[in-house]
């Protein structure tokens, strides 16, 4: 009985919690904030001591609708009550297949598109970048100064920040080539970043080397710097004047 009010006290307490996270868990996972949740509705969450706190982070920016949307809890109910897991390589079901249409409709409109899925954002881009160094027989692959593409090793290569991402996890993938990215703040501009791939390359690596580029439309990590679509429209039309396209 003691050791039951005892687990009950601990999961309603926060330092006791942290305490046991900190024996438990990597210190390479890093927490933010020192409080542990216990449930969460809409823009709101509420740790295991009754606090409540307005969530400005949303599991950094994926939570579009909140916390618990009633749309979402059903559509996951639902399908728990169908299949919890098949794996896709061993079977097919029918919401991975009309998921993808539904993308390649919104993505590509009339032209032939197909997606496949991942359980990460840095697993998304290691195998973007294997199926372009597949496609193209290039080996060369273009990120930008700020950028954020995972925790993986070939992630963090692509990841434009030295801190808290790269120490002591070298050495790094080869190929992999930086740009700057447009920050009015410390003054580099669009066209500074234009000015920037011509030099690349020239000096750096043929643009028929180049598999991909990978860009984010708007940084988050890196400052929360958007590109915006004159940057965007501007660089594609640079990129097809050369031998890249």
């Known amino acids: 009985m003691q050791n039951v009010m005892a687990e009950q ?25 020192p409080l542990v949740i216990e449930r969460a509705k809409g823009s709101e969450v509420w740790d295991v001591e009754g606090n409540r706190y307005l969530d400005f982070v949303g599991g950094i920016g994926v939570l579009n609708v909140g916390h618990n949307h009633p749309t979402v809890v059903n559509a996951v109910t639902r399908q728990l009550g169908m299949v919890s897991h098949a794996c896709f390589q061993v079977v097919a079901y029918p919401g991975y297949i009309t998921l993808a249409q539904r993308l390649n409709k919104l993505v590509g409109g009339d032209d032939a598109c197909k997606s496949v899925f991942f359980t990460s954002g840095a697993e998304a881009v290691e195998n973007a970048v294997k199926i372009a160094r597949a496609h193209t027989q290039r080996p060369g692959i273009i990120a930008f100064e700020g950028a954020f593409h995972g925790r993986t090793l070939l992630g963090v290569t692509l990841t434009g920040m030295s801190a808290p991402y790269k120490q002591n996890f070298g050495p790094f993938h080869g190929d ?22 011509d030099q690349l390359f020239a000096v750096q690596i043929l643009p028929e080397r180049v598999a991909a580029i990978l860009i984010e439309p708007v940084q988050g990590d890196g400052g929360f710097l958007p590109a915006g679509p004159a940057f965007m429209q501007a660089l594609i039309a640079s990129l097809r004047s050369t031998a890249f396209c």
């Open 9 to 33: 006290q601990a999961y309603s307490d926060n330092s006791l919690l942290l305490d046991a996270r900190e024996q438990n868990v990597p210190r390479g996972v890093v927490t933010a904030h």
């Open 176 to 197: 992999i080539y930086r740009l700057p990215f447009p920050n009015p703040l410390h003054g580099i501009s669009e066209v500074d970043c234009l000015k920037a791939l």
